[in-house]
């Protein structure tokens, strides 16, 4: 079993920065391909990005450039910055970690961007 706790999301004006962080427990961190969705009202949960277990990263086209994931090991925990926030990244975000045999999800954090 492993559990997720996310926290970092809230309001930010357009073109501010947050950082999401999500916290895990219970199992082998390391072993899990780390990922951070969201879901905005009205649409299907969407990747945003994932880190393997070795560290390779994939972004989503639509924050190529603009948001960061990575992970601490010794800390059991994914990180997700993200810069030059736009209104279309309002959501709720979702962390998730991923192996052969499971998948866990968190609860989600909001983050809205308005001025």
């Known amino acids: 079993q492993v559990q997720l706790v996310e926290s970092g999301g809230g309001l930010v004006q357009p073109g501010g920065s947050l950082r999401l962080s999500c916290a895990a427990s219970?199992?082998?961190?390391?072993?899990?391909?780390m990922g951070w969705y969201r879901q905005a009202p009205g649409k299907q949960r969407e990747l945003v990005a994932h880190?393997?277990?070795?560290?390779?990263?994939m972004y989503d086209y639509s924050v190529k450039g603009r948001f960061t994931i990575s992970r601490d090991n010794t800390k059991n925990t994914v990180y997700l910055e993200m810069n030059n926030l736009k209104p279309e990244d309002t959501a709720v975000y979702f962390c998730?970690?991923?192996?052969?045999?499971?998948?866990?999800w968190g609860q989600g954090t909001q983050v809205t961007v308005s001025s």
């Open positions: 219970g199992s082998i961190f390391s072993r899990y391909r």
């Open positions: 998730n970690a991923r192996s052969f045999v499971d998948e866990y």
């Open positions: 880190i393997t277990a070795g560290g390779s990263t």
